[in-house]
C-alpha cells in the first residue's frame, strides 16, 4: 500500500483515509454469544502509509515524535456521542462546499478524508447489522440502526457508540487514545435510564462490566512498549465546574466492575481534593487490594491551580484527565505532547560534579552550578525540538473541539500545543546531593578527589565509600527536612527552566515528576553516583525513592514526598509505592492504606498510585510463569500481566520498595 501511495504521490491525509477505509472493509463483522456491545477486531496488521525511504525523507528535516501518530491526547467523545457522525458528516460536507468555493484544495482535501472515513464507519456499521439480523440479535440491529449515524438516547447506546469511536481511532493508526471522565460524560445516560426503570443498578454494572470487557478483546493490537501500555485510561470523580463533586453512582460501578473483572483495562483514575469523602478512598484501595495496580489519585487541589498556572482558564483546568500514564490534559481541546523528552536529573548531577566539585568552594557554590546546569540543560533539549511533523489524524480531528480547523493541521483546532518534560532519578539526584554535602562539605569524611576517583572507578576498591554512601547517607523519603529542601530545589531549577521556553506551535513546555521508561533508558549507560548508585543501576521510577533507599516507613516518604511545591511541576508523574499484599487482609488494614492516600492529598500531594505486591510471588513467577498468567503489575504509569513483561522490567519491580504498616 505504501509503495502505491508513493509512486502516484497521494497526498499523506489522502492515504489515511484509503487505508483506514480499507482495514475497516476488510474487517469481519463478529459478534459473540451473549454480548450487547460489540465490534472485535478481526485485522491484525496495519499496512505503512510511507515507505521507508519516504520516511527517512520525512525525518532529514522534521522532528518525529514516537512513531509520528497523535497519541496521548482525550478526545470529546461526549460531543459526537450526543450528535452522531451523520451531523459531523454534514459539518464537512458544508465546510468542504466554502472550502471549493473559495478555491481551497487542500483544504478541501483534508475535509474530503474526514467524510471518506465517516462513510466507511457507516458501511461497517451496516455489515455488523446485517450479521446481527442474521443471527436474530435484533436488539444488536436496533442499537446500530440509531448509532452511531444518530446520537445515543440511552445507555447501551452511548456505550456501543464510544466503542464504535475508539475503535476506529485504533484502526486509523491512532494510539495511547485515552477515555476520559467517562463517569461524566455518560452518567446522564444512566441517569435517565434508571429514571425510566429502563435499568436498574444490576443492569447497569452488567452493562458497564461488558463495556470493560470491550477493552480487553484485542488490547494486543494496540501498541505500546509493552503489552498493557495501552493508554486506555480511565478518569473518575474529581471537582465540575459548579463546584460540585463528580463522583456519582457510575463512579461507583466502575470501581465495582473493575474490581470483580480483575482486568488490566481500562486504568482507573480517581480525582480527589482534600474535601473528598473517605468513602472515595475506602473504595479505591478496594480496587488496589485486587493487586492491579490502580486506581491512581490525582488531587485536584494541586493539579487545578498549577494548570492555571500555566495559562489553562479555570474551566477547562477543572475538566482536566490523565493522558497513558499520569500526565494532565484536557480533553477535546488540548493536543499537548506531555511526553515529547525527559532530562536526567543525575546526569546533569554527574556532570557538575565531574567539572565543578573540586573547585567549588562551598556546597551551594556547587549546588548552584547543579541548578544553573538543570536549566541549561532544558533550553538545550527544547532547542532540539523543532519542524515537529506529525501523520494526519481526520478521525481523530472529528473528535476534537475546533474540529474542522483541526482537519488542515489538528494543533489549529487545539486551545492548548504544549509539550511536556519528564524529570527522571529525582531521588538519584537528590540523594547524591545530600551524600555530597554532608560527608564532603560539613564533616569533611570523604574528599573531592576520592569521590571522583570512586565514581570513576564505579567503587571498584572503595567498597566502605559505597556501604556508607548507599546505606548510611541522607535519603529522600525519610521525612528528613534537610533533604527535602535539596528536593524542592531540584525541582525548584526544572521549573524555572523550563519557564519562558515557547514552542514552534505556541505553546509553554511543562516539567514533570514523572519518568515513563527513562528510568530504565537513562540510567543503563550513566556511571556511578554520589548516592551509592552504582554504574547502570536503575533509577527509582517516576517520583519515588531509589529503589536499594532504606526508608523508616510511608508515613515518612508521604511526609518527604509531600514537601515540594508541586504545582510548579504539574506535567504529571505520581509517588508510586509498593505495599505487600498481606497489608490488605483486614479491614483496619485497608483503612490505614486509605488513611495514607488521604493524607497524601490532604498534604498537597498531586498525585499518587500504589501497588500491592508479594516479592516471593513475583520469584516464583519469573520462574514458574505459566502458574502466575493472571498476576498484575504497575510498571510506570500502566498496569501489565508480569510474566508478559521483559526480564528488565521485572527485576525493576522486584527491587522497588515494600512498604508495611
Known sequence: MAADFAAHLVPPVTRMALRTAAILAAETPVILPGERISFLRTVGTIPELFTAREWAEIRQGHFIHEQG?????????????AAG?????????????????????EGALLLDAMVAEIDAVFELCGRYREEALRLGRTDIAETLAQVPSHGARNFREALQFFRILHFTLWCEGEYHNTVGRLDRYLWPYLKADLGSGALDEEGALELVEEFFLSFNRDSDLYPGVQQGDNGQSLVLGGSVSDGEEGFNLLSRLCLRASKELKLIDPKINIRVNSATEAEVYRLGTELTKEGLGFPQYSNDDVVIPGLVRLGYSEADAREYVVAACWEFIIPGRGMDIPNIAALSLPEVLLRCSRRDLVGAPSFDAFFDEVKAEIRKECSAIAGGIKNLWMVPAPFMSILMDGRLEAARDISLGSSYNNFGFHGTGLSTCVDSLAAIKKYVFEESKVGRDELLAALESDFEGHEELLARLRYEAPKFGNGDSGVDGLADEVLGAFAEGVEGLRNERGGIVRAGTGSAMFYLWHSRELGATPDGRRSGESFGANYSPSIFARMKGPLSTIKSFTSPNLTRVINGGPLTMEFHSTLFDSEESQNKVADLVRLFVVRGGHQMQLNAVDRDRLLDAQKNPEAHRSLIVRVWGWSAYFIELDREYQDHIIKRQEYVI
Do not use: Q
Open 69 to 81: 501518530f497523535v497519541c496521548n491526547i482525550a478526545p470529546n467523545y461526549a460531543a459526537t456521542i
Open 85 to 105: 457522525l451523520e451531523t459531523r458528516r454534514g459539518e464537512a460536507l458544508a465546510r468542504r462546499r466554502r472550502a471549493e468555493a473559495e478555491g481551497d484544495d
